[in-house]
């Protein structure tokens, strides 16, 4: 299935950029966690979203 609608790719996107970045080790971690699952840090800084 291939998605086509602009509005849907947008989201889409938007939902990759939520990400939370770890200022210890750089991992990606999910928006919505607490820990770095690397390094179980909370030093937790959010990806900058466009
Ligand atoms: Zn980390």
Do not use: H, Y
Not at 9 to 16: D, L, P, T, Y
Not at 29 to 48: E, F, G, M
């Amino acid at each position: 299935m291939t998605v086509k609608d602009p509005e849907l790719v947008a989201i889409f996107q938007r939902r990759v950029l939520l990400k939370k970045v770890c200022r210890k080790c750089g991992a990606l971690n999910s928006i919505r966690a607490v820990k770095c699952r690397r390094c179980r840090s909370t030093n937790l800084r959010p990806k900058k979203v466009k």
